[in-house]
């Protein structure tokens, strides 16, 4: 399969054109304003499989944004790859501290990526990541290379928890049954060290609302006589963590199962460096759970952090005010066999207990999911370590993230699938955050390497059967 870096290699300006052209598109879900956008990438999406090589391709409509399905059905008798991915983004916000507007596409030299990467939001989560997928399979169609049958469904609600993915997988079991799910919306340690992600954190995300007063107040007039919510609200959340930054909801860690010695010695083999950790993200000291390393905190341990908080008055100049109402959206991140919904319920219960008498305080579950672990014993990671071994001359290291993509254990308890997270984003490439990026040699790298995934998943199912 040679021919893979010719034809990227004669296709280079178009693949990257193409993704720009999708990354122009602003399909924020979270925001309805977007809504035409949204339902604009969809058929984006549509029109670039039938291109690509799909021999059905359909839009398949939900409660919410519709979900692409295409397929291209070489041999029933050959395996099936169901490929996932998602063409909504996050919210730019803050606006001002991108360095170029986040959908209009620019291409700049970084230190990390001296070929360029693409600024944009979307870049690389997952705009780019998924659309690999894409010219990967118009290579193999194009060249006669395809080896099994290839199945896409991608999503345009990821990044607001995939309600109607949810609700639209236990309805299209057959139309999705597969051997094995492929999912690149996750990253490698290094462009010279690549990794496989072998574990997700789960999620449960919250929001928070504490009512005082019936109304706004003067400060002057009614301060330190009534309940102020934000200043209280702010005492509940500092509350939520101990002295050892240990989460003191009760319950909270009653599931968690700790890692042993040796699985934890396995981890710190994984190269890291805690100066230049702290260097990237221009900190004096990392911080965390007492008795667990950087990496440990961020994979294997369960989180609560505070994503947004507001109240009062926060325009320019002053207003001496006590708010009537104070806000918070707070995320959990969970390990294995944390179940999403008890853990929102234990948070629930305990915020609410923990309310002094003089404000109200209501909690409103967002989503969320379960976390979830791949063997690394299987035949589908045996096939992608090769796959990584073959374009980046090197064994991938297999690696936990601290992400989470809920949907995994979704397909694995409907679809009955395991699923193999081949990601070539990098930490640094800002997903969720002001200058998102994807290097452009990660985005070539990625549909040099896809199809070596292909031809080995074939080649060892059929000595297993």
């Known amino acids: 399969m040679n021919t893979i870096q010719s034809y990227i290699k004669d296709h280079k300006n178009r693949f990257l054109d193409e993704l720009i052209e999708l990354l122009k598109i602003p399909s924020v879900s979270a925001d309805p304003t977007y809504k035409k956008e949204v339902i604009s990438t969809a058929n984006f999406v549509l029109e670039s499989l039938k291109k690509a090589g799909c021999d059905h391709v359909e839009i398949c409509e939900t409660p919410g944004y519709p979900i692409i399905y295409g397929e291209k059905i070489i041999d029933k008798n050959l ?50 990541q998924m659309y690999m997928h894409v010219k990967a399979l118009e290579f193999m169609t194009s060249s006669g290379n395809l080896p099994c049958n290839v199945k896409f469904m991608i999503e ?47 999620l449960s995300y919250v929001e928070v609302e504490v009512t005082g007063p019936n109304r706004d107040l003067h400060s002057g007039l009614y301060g330190g006589a009534v309940a102020n ?35 934890r010695a396995e981890m710190a083999k994984a190269p890291f460096s805690i100066e230049n950790y702290k260097k990237a993200l221009q900190i004096d000291a990392t911080h965390g759970e007492k008795g667990y390393t950087t990496n440990e905190r961020n994979s294997i341990r369960p989180t609560l952090d505070v994503n947004g908080i507001w109240g009062g008055y926060t325009g320019k100049g ?54 979830y672990v791949t063997p690394i014993d299987n035949i589908a990671y045996q096939a992608a370590s090769i796959a990584y071994e073959t374009t980046f001359g090197k064994k991938p290291i297999p690696q936990r993230s601290g992400g989470s993509i ?21 930490d640094s490439d800002a997903i969720h955050s002001p200058n998102e990026h994807f290097g452009i040699w990660n985005y070539l790298k990625g549909i040099e390497t896809i199809p070596y ?3 080995h998943f074939t080649q060892l199912s059929k000595k297993n059967n």
């Open 79 to 128: 395996p099936t790859v169901l490929v996932y991915g998602h063409y909504d983004v996050q919210p730019a916000d803050p606006i001002d501290l991108w360095t170029s507007p986040p959908f209009e596409p620019v291409i700049k030299k970084t230190a990390i990526h001296p070929e360029g990467a693409i600024f944009a939001r979307g870049a690389c989560d997952d705009k780019g």
């Open 156 to 202: 345009g609600e990821e990044e607001v928890g995939s309600e109607s993915l949810a609700w639209f997988v236990p309805r299209n079991k057959e139309k999705l049954a597969n051997d094995v799910i492929l999912i690149s919306d996750t990253g490698m340690i290094a462009n010279d060290i690549p990794s496989i992600t072998t574990g997700l954190r789960g």
């Open 229 to 263: 919510p934000i200043n209280i609200l702010t005492k509940m959340i500092a509350s939520l963590h101990d002295e050892n930054n240990h989460i003191t909801i009760p319950g909270f860690y009653d599931t968690v199962v700790d890692l042993s010695e040796e699985e």
């Open 318 to 371: 002053a207003k001496t005010v006590i708010a009537s109402k104070a806000y918070a959206k707070i995320s959990m991140r969970l390990v294995p066999n944390q179940d999403w919904k008890s853990i929102t319920q234990l948070f629930k219960n305990h915020f609410e207990q923990i309310a002094p008498a003089s404000v109200s305080v209501k909690v409103t579950p967002h989503h969320g999911g379960q976390g």
């Open 406 to 426: 809920p949907i995994v254990a979704l397909f694995e308890k409907e679809l009955k699938s395991k699923t193999i997270l081949m990601g070539f984003g990098l």
């Open 453 to 455: 995934f292909y031809q």
